[in-house]
Nanobody, 116 residues
């Protein structure tokens, strides 16, 4: 069993910053890809950023240059540093962990609200 614990969401003014964290625990031998998705009201869940075990990253065009994803492999933790936040970044952010081609886990979600 794998548990994901997210933290760091909250309310911030436009232009501000937040840092999300997601720690995975349980029966974990190795984590392939870790990432963050978000879902705004009335919209589909979308990829925000992902990072492979080797450190290769992928970002949604809307967050490039503003967000940075990183991971601590020793502690099975992934981070999302969000800078220059915009009201359109408001959403529930979900941590995603891919152990292998057959096994994916999701966090419970953390609310990020950016006021204008």
């Amino acid at each position: 069993q794998v548990q994901l614990v997210e933290s760091g969401g909250g309310l911030v003014q436009a232009g501000g910053s937040l840092r999300l964290s997601c720690a995975a625990s349980g029966t974990i031998f190795s984590i392939n890809t870790m990432g963050w998705y978000r879902q705004a009201p009335g919209k589909q869940r979308e990829l925000v950023a992902s990072i492979t075990r080797g450190g290769s990253t992928n970002y949604a065009d809307s967050v490039k240059g503003r967000f940075a994803i990183s991971r601590d492999n020793a502690n099975n933790t992934v981070y999302l540093q969000m800078n220059s936040l915009k009201p359109e970044d408001t959403a529930v952010y979900y941590c995603n962990v891919v152990l292998n081609i057959l096994t994916t886990h999701w966090g419970q979600g953390t609310q990020v609200t950016v006021s204008s």
